[in-house]
């Protein structure tokens, strides 16, 4: 009985150092709702796979790869979902209604709108910079790929985001800069 109560205050331990670093991942990336649905699946995951978890210092990335994966299923459901809806409404559709308007900064949607236009993997590895403040060598663990090759990927994406963000009316002063341009 003792195992399972050590068991049980490891695993909390490891639910307060990891838990609101993986909800602002999560939150980022989807609605509040969603994110703590994926949270708590998250969570599930972790627990079951405990006893798999990595050292103290590298359980944080560990825990974005299974909070990416659940998000993942996440969307793949409300895919299907939204699937089934579209072919509910093509035979019964509702009054059309407008959606409300968008209150975020000019800024703060023109540098969304230019991490959406990037290809996937490209937003992926920003944000885990920018977002989750990982180093190359976490962003290559959450990733799957070596140190190097995260590093390439982060300057390669972050050389894409300022270039569609030049083209994007000129850019934003205070997002475009001259570190690691090639002119």
């Known amino acids: 009985m003792t195992s399972d109560l050590e068991r049980r205050r490891a695993f909390d331990d490891f639910v307060r150092e990891v838990a609101d670093p993986v909800r602002r991942f999560l939150r980022r990336r989807t609605d ?3 994110a703590d649905d994926v949270l708590s699946d998250t969570m599930l995951v972790c627990w079951r796979r405990f006893d ?13 790869v299974a909070a990416r994966n ?26 059309s209604s407008v959606p409300p308007a968008d209150a975020d900064a000019a800024d703060a949607v023109e540098v969304h709108a230019a991490l959406a236009a ?10 885990l910079w920018a977002w989750e403040e990982l180093t190359a060598e ?10 190097n090759a995260a590093a390439i990927r982060l300057h390669r994406a972050k050389r894409r ?12 002063g205070h997002i475009s800069s001259e570190e690691g341009a090639r002119r």
Do not use: F
């Open 32 to 34: 509040a709702d969603t």
């Open 52 to 64: 798999d978890l990595p050292a103290a210092g590298e359980r944080l990335p560990w825990a974005y």
């Open 70 to 95: 659940c998000l993942r299923n996440a969307e793949r459901s409300a895919r299907r979902r939204s699937r089934l809806t579209a072919r509910i409404v093509a035979l019964d559709p509702p009054a």
């Open 118 to 127: 990037l290809r996937h993997s490209d937003a992926e590895v920003l944000r």
């Open 138 to 147: 976490q962003i290559g663990r959450v990733l799957g790929v070596s140190e």
């Open 161 to 172: 985001l300022r270039d569609r963000l030049e083209r994007n009316e000129g850019g934003l």
